[in-house]
């Protein structure tokens, strides 16, 4: 097949890097040598103009990519169960398991939801990332929405990058709140622990929006939803107002919260670890323009412990 296939999305650039490198771990599933040969045949655009694989990119950038539709793609297809909230000929929506990795990554090429994609929708390999436009951290759980072609991945991308997904996500943190809150503070890499995010005057601008649903003993179950869209962005904003996401030893929640409360400490199960959701999410189908919102069911851990909460009473 000699036609062309057009791509379009936003690169997020944390640190100055090559162009081709930058793409390379973005489209995980096209080998390096794919990427920089599209670079030098000049398939690939950077804010509309042609790059070379040694320009290096210092701030976010839009990128335009057409190639052919027959390309190489490096991921193996896995018989891996998901589970399949609604599915229509532009999108899936998937309710991602807590523990699986989104999509592929160096060290980390199988038993990842991109890998599950892969095998059940085979066709998802002429689409960028295999149809995958957002993602949830490892031990996050939750809604998901994976565009099944290229219209609709850059329709559904364009409205990522317009703020036009509503997403909501439910939590339960270590503490209490008193009634809602915004957390408005810019996120950064973390200066000395590479792999966590930190708040900084140096980051770029987040604004989380927090509801209360309950407070209970030592804990709350909260709603949040998150106007941007940054890295770890939730878990850090609660990390930096002293209230973890229970389960997250990486910003902070310590068990001894619940030394009083044997019965929740107990249940806190650490294989699940943190307990945080994508409980919902909102955007307009790209073939009527209508909007669709769609739920996920809490994981069983979850509402395990939520129902330990409700038994030992409020706070």
Known sequence: MNDYQHYNFRLEVDEPERIDKLISSYLLE??????????????????GHPCSQNDKVKSSCQVTINVKTEREIDLIPEKINIDI?????????????????THIAPGN??????????????????????????????????????????????????????????????????????????????????????KKMAVSNKGKYALSKIKLLHNYQAASHIEIQIITGRTHQIRVHLSHINKPVLGDKLYGFKKNIFSKNSNIYESIDADFSQYLHSYSLSFYDPKDNKKKKYFAAYPEKYYQLLNKFEEKGDN
Request: net charge positive.
């Open 85 to 101: 909230i609604d599915e229509t000929d532009d999108y899936i929506v998937v309710n991602k398991k807590s523990g699986m990795v």
């Open 109 to 194: 090429y199988s038993g990842t939801l991109q890998n599950a994609l892969y095998y059940r929708y085979p066709e998802l390999a002429g689409v960028p990332r295999t149809g995958i436009i957002h993602r949830l951290d490892k031990d996050t759980s939750g809604i998901l929405v994976i565009s099944r072609n290229i219209s609709a991945h850059n329709n559904l991308n364009n409205q990522l990058q317009q703020n036009k997904f509503t997403k909501i996500y439910h939590a339960l943190i270590s503490g209490n709140i008193q009634n809602s809150l915004d957390i408005e503070e810019p996120i950064a890499r973390h200066p000395v622990n590479r």
């Open 30 to 47: 096209y080998s390096r040598s794919t990427i920089q040969k599209w670079i030098v045949n000049n398939q690939v655009l950077i804010d």
